[in-house]
C-alpha cells in the first residue's frame, strides 16, 4: 500500500492513495471478500482506512508500524502508454515481512502483488488450504532475481505479466512460444496483459485473446493492471474454481480475463482509486455486458 | 502492383511480387469475383499474370506499358513492427491514369487501394452502380494532400486505416473521438487496423473490437493490411451488403472485420503473396472458426 504522486495530460495529484494492495483489493471486492497483507506507516490516513474498511475489506492483515507510507511519483507520456518514475521511497515497505493473521491461513485464493519474490514465497508458504495461487511480478526481478522467481513461479497456478515481461521471461519473442515456455516454469494458466490492446489467456493447451475496453477518455492509468488482477481473481474466487480439485471451466477463466479488463477500465476513468468511491456492482455487470456486445460476432 | 525486395529477421527476398492491388485481389477472390486495375512495366512476369489469372481475377483493366514495374524495398525491425523503406521507384507507375474497362463500370463493390487521393476519386468518377466504395490511404497524402483527400473521402462508404492515421486525420488522440471525427468527413463506417492488436470497427453509433490472430510465428508482414482490405470487402460483397439500400447487417459489417484479419495472418505465414499459392477457402473457413472459438466468452 503506497501514496503515490501523478502528473497525466489531464491534471497533477501530490499525494494519493495507492499501492497494488489497494487497487486490487478493491477491484476484488465487488466479486469475493478480500483480506489484506501489507504495511502502512503512522502517516497512513483514517479516511484510506475507512475506504477500503467501507468496501468490506478484511484489514486484520494490515501492519501499521512507524515511519512513513511507501511512496511513488511518476509522470505519464502524452498518450499515457508510458511513464517515468521520478521518485521511490520504500520507507515502511523496506523492511516489510508479511505475516498472515491465523484467521487468513485457510483462504483458498492467494493472489501475490508485485513484490520481491522471496516474500511472494514466504506468504504463499503461511497458506494452508489455498486451491488458486498466482500473481505479478515485473521486469525488474526478472531481470535481477531470476533464480528466486524461478522457485516462486514453481508453485502458482497462475501468472498475469504484460508482453515484455513474457518475452523477458521466456527469451521468446513470438507470444505464443514464450507462453509455453512459461507454462513449464509452473504456472499452468498465463495472462499476458497488454494494457489498452487487450489480454491474451493461455491455459493448457488453448488460448483466449481479450481485445482491450475503448473508453472514451483515459484520465489515469495507474492501478489498472492490479485492478485487472483484482477482478481477474476476483471473479475466480467467486466461480469457486478449482483446478486442482476438478473444478475448473475453460468459460471461467475467459470470464475472469473479461471482468479484469472491465476492473482495469473503470480505474483509468478517475485519477487513482476515485472511481472506486462511486462504481456500483450494477455499473460492472453493465460494462461486462457492453463488452460482449462490442466483442460479438 | 508492383515488384518488392523484403528482408525480415527470417530472411530476404531480392524481388517478388507484391502492390496493395496484388494483395488486394488475392485475399478478395476468396470470397467474390474481383477485377483489378493497376499498371505495370513490360517486365510483369508471365508466371504472375498466371498466379492472378489462376485465382479468377479479371486482368482486363491491368495495364502494360513500356517501362519497369513499380519496385519498392524495405527492412523489417527485429520485432517486425516497424519497417524501413530502403528504395521506392515509381517507374510506370509515376504516370498512371487509371481507366475502367467498360466492363467494370457497373461493378457494386469499389476497394481503393493507397494512392493518390484525386487518382481514387477519378476511379470512384467512371463507376455506375456502386453499392459500397471504401479504401485506404496513409500519413503521406493526409499531411500533404489534405483537401483533396477530404474531398476523395466524402463519398466514401468505408475507410480503413491504422490507429496513427486515424490520429492524424482526425486530430484526437482517443480512437473513439477519432472515429466520431472521421464519420463526419464522409465514410460512415471506418476501421482502424492495430497490426498484431486487431482492428476496431465503427459503424452508425457503435463499436466493435477485434483482437489479431496470434501467429505462431510471423515471416513476413508485407501486405497484411492489404489483404484486410481484400477480405474484409471481399465479404462484404459475397454478402450483398447495400447500406444504402437499405440492406446492411451489424452482423456482416463485423464478419467482415474477421475476414480480413483472417486473410492478414495468412499472409504473414510466407513470404510476400507465397502463402495464397497453397492456401484453400477450406483453411478460410477453419481459421475464422479457430478466431471464434479463441474469442468466445
Given at each position: 500500500?503506497?501514496y503515490?504522486?501523478?502528473e497525466?495530460?489531464?491534471?497533477?495529484?501530490?499525494r494519493?492513495?495507492?499501492?497494488?494492495?489497494?487497487?486490487?483489493?478493491?477491484?476484488?471486492s465487488?466479486?469475493?471478500?478480500?483480506?489484506i497483507?501489507?504495511?502502512?506507516g503512522?502517516d497512513?490516513?483514517?479516511?484510506?482506512?475507512?475506504?477500503?474498511?467501507?468496501?468490506?475489506?478484511?484489514?486484520?492483515?494490515?501492519?501499521r508500524v512507524p515511519?512513513?507510507?511507501?511512496?511513488w511519483e511518476g509522470?505519464?507520456?502524452?498518450?499515457?502508454?508510458?511513464?517515468?518514475?521520478?521518485?521511490?521511497?520504500?520507507n515502511?515497505?523496506?523492511?516489510?515481512?508479511?505475516?498472515?493473521?491465523?484467521?487468513?491461513?485457510?483462504?483458498?485464493?492467494l493472489?501475490l502483488?508485485?513484490?520481491?519474490?522471496?516474500?511472494?514465497?514466504?506468504?504463499?508458504?503461511?497458506?494452508?488450504?489455498?486451491?488458486?495461487?498466482g500473481?505479478?511480478?515485473?521486469?525488474?526481478?526478472?531481470?535481477?532475481?531470476?533464480?528466486?522467481?524461478?522457485?516462486?513461479?514453481r508453485?502458482?497456478?497462475?501468472?498475469?505479466?504484460?508482453?515484455?515481461?513474457?518475452?523477458m521471461?521466456?527469451?521468446?519473442?513470438?507470444?505464443?512460444?514464450?507462453?509455453a515456455?512459461?507454462q513449464?516454469?509452473?504456472?499452468?494458466?498465463?495472462?499476458?496483459k497488454?494494457?489498452?490492446?487487450?489480454?491474451?489467456?493461455?491455459t493448457g493447451?488453448?488460448h483466449?485473446?481479450?481485445?482491450?475496453?475503448?473508453?472514451?477518455?483515459v484520465?489515469?492509468?495507474?492501478?489498472?493492471?492490479?485492478?485487472?488482477?483484482?477482478?481477474?481473481?476476483?471473479?475466480?474466487?467467486?466461480?469457486?474454481?478449482?483446478?486442482?480439485?476438478?473444478?475448473?471451466?475453460?468459460?471461467?477463466?475467459r470470464?475472469?480475463v473479461?471482468?479484469?479488463?472491465?476492473m482495469?477500465?473503470?480505474?483509468?476513468e478517475?485519477?487513482?482509486?476515485?472511481?472506486?468511491?462511486?462504481?456500483?456492482?450494477?455499473?460492472?455487470?453493465?460494462?461486462y455486458?457492453?463488452?460482449?456486445?462490442?466483442?460479438?460476432?
Amino acid at each position: 500500500m503506497a501514496y503515490d504522486g501523478v502528473e497525466t495530460p489531464h491534471g497533477k495529484v501530490d499525494r494519493m492513495l495507492g499501492g497494488a494492495a489497494t487497487y486490487i483489493g478493491l477491484a476484488a471486492s465487488y466479486f469475493a471478500p478480500v483480506k489484506i497483507v501489507a504495511v502502512v506507516g503512522d502517516d497512513f490516513a483514517a479516511e484510506d482506512m475507512e475506504l477500503l474498511a467501507g468496501k468490506g475489506i478484511d484489514l486484520e492483515g494490515l501492519e501499521r508500524v512507524p515511519g512513513k507510507t511507501f511512496f511513488w511519483e511518476g509522470k505519464y507520456s502524452a498518450d499515457m502508454n508510458d511513464r517515468e518514475t521520478l521518485r521511490t521511497d520504500l520507507n515502511v515497505f523496506a523492511n516489510f515481512q508479511p505475516k498472515l493473521p491465523e484467521s487468513y491461513r485457510a483462504v483458498p485464493y492467494l493472489l501475490l502483488g508485485n513484490i520481491q519474490p522471496a516474500l511472494q514465497r514466504a506468504v504463499r508458504a503461511q497458506m494452508t488450504g489455498v486451491k488458486v495461487a498466482g500473481g505479478d511480478t515485473m521486469n525488474y526481478w526478472i531481470a535481477g532475481y531470476r533464480d528466486e522467481l524461478l522457485e516462486t513461479l514453481r508453485d502458482w497456478d497462475f501468472l498475469l505479466i504484460n508482453d515484455s515481461e513474457a518475452r523477458m521471461l521466456s527469451g521468446e519473442h513470438n507470444l505464443r512460444r514464450a507462453a509455453a515456455k512459461i507454462q513449464e516454469m509452473g504456472p499452468r494458466t498465463l495472462v499476458v496483459k497488454r494494457g489498452e490492446f487487450g489480454a491474451i489467456l493461455f491455459t493448457g493447451g488453448c488460448h483466449f485473446t481479450a481485445p482491450g475496453y475503448l473508453l472514451d477518455k483515459v484520465f489515469d492509468p495507474t492501478g489498472a493492471g492490479d485492478c485487472f488482477a483484482g477482478g481477474f481473481s476476483g471473479y475466480l474466487a467467486q466461480r469457486g474454481v478449482d483446478p486442482h480439485g476438478g473444478k475448473v471451466e475453460m468459460q471461467d477463466w475467459r470470464r475472469a480475463v473479461i471482468y479484469g479488463s472491465v476492473m482495469g477500465s473503470f480505474c483509468c476513468e478517475q485519477f487513482g482509486v476515485d472511481r472506486f468511491r462511486t462504481l456500483t456492482l450494477e455499473e460492472v455487470e453493465a460494462r461486462y455486458r457492453e463488452f460482449k456486445a462490442c466483442t460479438d460476432f
